[in-house]
């Protein structure tokens, strides 16, 4: 068991491109999560999926965001024409049942940084 | 809606001084609570929970959480603060129903020597 893992964990892109994330859950983990981190302040979800199925967003996704989980392993995060205001640390975690009691288990983290 | 406050964004203590995180939570039903853990440039860490259980609640590198609903608070101790304990803390409330964590703005701890 390797834990979670995010690629790249820097990303530095000019305004108006598209950048793409990529999160590996722990093996057999039913819950993934994605939440982003400014500076100076707490995590605040995103999305989440239970196996394949996305199954909740926030409003804080905008249409630009869109995350897939396409066999229920891998996720991917992908943000259409990144904006300044789109920098930030994006982290994924990973939980084994869709208990809310169940701990999440985070990535290190991807840090974007829109120029 | 569940909410989660932070009281102090920087705490600082000496070494071996006892350490005192605040967090008071918002929850129109019985809440499930966390307390993480980040170091510089890295993910969290869970350091302890609370699911309904004992009240008083031992997590890891001798961190301890008491529950108390008529304050609707779960403050993170430590006796003793250790030089490695210097990261930001975050506690974090979580959605029964779907397990999506609400966190506080979190709280810079720093140890003097």
């Known amino acids: 068991d390797t834990g979670v893992s995010q690629n790249p964990r820097h990303k530095i892109t000019k305004r108006g491109q598209n950048v793409t994330f990529r999160c590996d859950p722990i093996s057999e983990h039913n819950r993934l999560y994605w939440y982003r981190q400014t500076l100076g302040q707490g995590p605040e979800f995103l999305t989440y999926?239970?196996?394949?199925?996305?199954?909740?967003k926030s409003r804080l996704l905008s249409d630009r965001f869109s995350a897939e989980r396409p066999k229920g392993s891998f996720s991917t995060l992908e943000i259409q024409r990144t904006e300044q205001g789109d920098s930030a640390m994006y982290l994924c975690a990973s939980s084994p049942t869709s208990g809310g009691y169940d701990t999440q288990y985070f990535g290190p983290g991807t840090r974007l940084t829109v120029l | 809606a569940q909410s989660v406050t932070q009281l102090g964004s920087h705490v600082s203590v000496s070494e071996g001084a006892l350490v005192l995180l605040r967090c008071n939570y918002s929850?129109?039903?019985?809440?499930?609570l966390f307390w993480y853990v980040q170091y510089p440039n890295q993910g969290l860490q869970l350091l302890l929970k609370y699911t309904s259980a004992a009240t008083l609640v031992k997590g890891i590198n001798g961190f301890e959480a008491e529950f108390k609903k008529s304050e609707t608070s779960f403050h993170l101790t430590k006796p003793s603060a250790h030089m490695s304990d210097a990261a930001e803390y975050f506690c974090a409330v979580s959605a029964r129903n779907t397990g999506k964590l609400i966190f506080g703005q979190g709280t810079t701890l720093q140890v003097k020597p």
């Open positions: 929850s129109s039903v019985p809440p499930y």
């Open positions: 999926f239970q196996n394949e199925a996305q199954l909740e």
